[in-house]
């Protein structure tokens, strides 16, 4: 978009209008740019908030699930109950999934 930017600065140049209409010009140019990055940071702001809902939502899915004792908080209980499920997925289709769970458990 500099390109832009600086294209419609040259043609203004070359017709010799004077110095406020190239002020104004490019005043347009960074209120358009400034338009742009709001607009950018509203997608950016509905994506956080949506993020922070769902984490809300999943935490307080899980506090329940603890307080109604369907899950243990102990790490290494958590870490069985993760290990035999990978265990079952790599038994159901093994090769290289096989190699990839072999080499984290054995990095952790």
Do not use: C, K, N, Q
């Amino acid at each position: 978009m500099t390109m832009i930017g600086s294209l419609i600065t040259s043609v203004l140049a070359y017709l010799g209008l004077g110095g406020s209409v190239m002020t104004g010009a490019v005043l347009l140019l960074v209120a358009f740019y400034l338009y742009r990055g709001v607009s950018a940071g509203r997608t950016v702001a509905t994506l956080a908030g949506s993020l922070a809902a769902y984490a809300l939502v999943l935490l307080v899915a899980v506090g329940f699930a603890i307080v109604l004792g369907w899950i243990d908080p102990h790490p290494g209980t958590a870490f069985e109950d993760v290990t035999t499920a990978v265990r079952m997925l790599i038994e159901a289709g093994s090769g290289p999934m096989g190699d990839v769970w072999t080499w984290i458990r054995g990095s952790v």
